[in-house]
């Protein structure tokens, strides 16, 4: 039978193996973020006309699953660049595999109603859903998966982040509030689909 202090130690070193790997595959994805607009920025070609979203157009879906690694310039990629990795870290450390599915949930919800609710022919590109969506993520997970530390992560977040709501106004221009909003409903969402089961209340007959 193991001491609490051993419970202790293996549930820190979950803990620190869980931040590692958060940190690494979300630093990845920024890093192939930065790679991508280096790419663009030194060819001929147009990244963004060919793999963004393009509302309406069938040709335009494609962007679905491309348009998060792509930006206009480096200032757009800066200012996603800090959020997406303190927002993506603290949705994935609890679990690389969820956050996978998370962000494929995210990517999907989020591309999908972009391309919905866009104007036809607006192209949309940004890792900005991504981030609406993991703060959708960490907030709802400790409302749906009522953990102390997912509950505490989340207020936390809501907190620091509040004022991300100031981009669901559709008056901003090239501002895309509809890639925000429903990159928000997709983390939620995410949040839902992958709460944590609970095992039934049993019952017992009455004598």
């Not at 070193?13 to 869980?18: A, D, H, K, T, Y």
């Not at 790997?21 to 070609?45: K, R, S």
């Not at 956050?99 to 949930?105: D, K, P, Y």
Request: proline letters at 5%; charged letters at 10%; aromatic letters at 12%.
């Amino acid at each position: 039978m193991s001491s609490p202090y051993e419970s202790v130690k293996r549930g820190a070193g979950g803990l620190l193996q869980g931040a590692l790997g958060a940190l690494l595959l979300v630093g990845g994805m920024v890093v192939v973020m930065w790679a991508v607009e280096i790419f663009d920025y030194v060819t001929p070609g147009d990244l963004d006309a060919e793999l963004g979203i393009i509302a309406w157009s069938p040709d335009g879906l494609i962007g679905v699953l491309f348009a998060p690694f792509l930006h206009v310039g480096f200032a757009h990629l800066m200012a996603n660049s800090l959020p997406l990795l303190v927002l993506g870290f603290l949705a994935a450390f609890r679990g690389l595999g969820k956050f996978l599915w998370a962000t494929l949930i995210i990517m999907v919800v989020g591309g999908v109603g972009t391309w919905v609710a866009t104007p036809p022919g607006v192209a949309t590109v940004g890792a900005s859903g991504l981030v609406f969506g993991y703060f959708g993520f960490v907030v709802a997970r400790g409302l749906f998966d009522r953990r102390a530390l997912d509950i505490l992560v989340g207020i936390g977040v809501a907190v620091a982040y509040y004022s991300l709501m100031w981009g669901l106004d559709p008056t901003q221009v090239g501002i895309s509030w509809q890639g925000h909003l429903f990159g928000l409903v997709g983390g939620v969402a995410a949040a839902w689909v992958l709460r944590r089961k609970r095992l039934a209340t049993p019952t017992y007959p009455a004598y």
